[in-house]
């Protein structure tokens, strides 16, 4: 299913034990994070399930083409495109240079076969959470760029980690 040619990109803040959510809540507040992922996806198609999209705090994000993958047939958000199934999804972002899957867990359990790079932020502490990203098999991604950082305010460290399958 994977294809090295593939526009497919997961986009992540991930714990240590892979936590991303709980109670369809970000784990962690990290401002530096989230204006890493604005400058990323920018400019972009984005693509998400409904409970991510039901968890933004202002419905569609700007500047960005947002999709949303539900099984729900009937079921529209306003400033975005809905399909139902992962194949709809590729036929519509066939052709763009890097399209983002943004979560949830089943989401990135769908697109994580056929991604071609990861842009983790990867907070070195276990969290307690109800949604997890994939398990990431390292040998199979070449490592990009990776920035180490520490949150004060949290008090945690973490690194942001760009990478590309092999």
């Given at each position: 299913?994977s294809?090295?040619?593939?526009?497919?990109?997961?986009?992540?803040?991930?714990?240590?034990?892979?936590?991303?959510?709980?109670?369809?809540?970000?784990?962690?507040?990290?401002?530096?994070?989230l204006?890493?992922?604005?400058?990323?996806?920018?400019?972009?198609?984005?693509?998400?399930?409904?409970?991510?999209?039901?968890?933004?705090?202002?419905?569609?994000l700007p500047?960005?083409?947002n999709?949303?993958?539900?099984?729900?047939?009937?079921?529209?958000?306003?400033?975005?495109?809905?399909?139902?199934?992962?194949?709809?999804?590729?036929?519509?972002?066939?052709?763009?240079?890097?399209?983002?899957?943004?979560?949830?867990?089943?989401?990135?359990?769908?697109?994580?076969?056929?991604?071609?790079?990861?842009?983790?932020?990867?907070?070195h502490?276990?969290?307690?959470?109800?949604?997890?990203?994939?398990s990431?098999n390292?040998?199979?991604?070449?490592?990009v760029?990776?920035?180490d950082?520490?949150?004060?305010?949290?008090n945690?460290?973490?690194?942001?980690?760009?990478?590309?399958?092999?």
């Amino acid at each position: 299913m994977s294809s090295s040619n593939s526009n497919i990109a997961l986009i992540a803040a991930v714990s240590q034990n892979l936590a991303i959510g709980k109670d369809n809540e970000l784990l962690f507040y990290l401002p530096s994070d989230l204006k890493r992922f604005k400058r990323i996806t920018t400019g972009h198609t984005i693509v998400m399930g409904r409970k991510t999209f039901q968890s933004l705090p202002n419905g569609a994000l700007p500047n960005r083409r947002n999709i949303v993958l539900t099984k729900g047939d009937t079921i529209r958000f306003e400033g975005c495109e809905t399909y139902h199934s992962i194949e709809e999804v590729l036929e519509a972002v066939k052709g763009e240079s890097e399209v983002f899957v943004i979560g949830g867990g089943e989401i990135y359990r769908q697109f994580y076969p056929l991604a071609n790079s990861l842009y983790l932020t990867m907070v070195h502490q276990d969290f307690e959470g109800d949604t997890f990203f994939p398990s990431v098999n390292f040998k199979e991604w070449n490592v990009v760029s990776q920035e180490d950082m520490v949150d004060e305010k949290n008090n945690f460290s973490y690194s942001n980690i760009d990478l590309k399958r092999i």
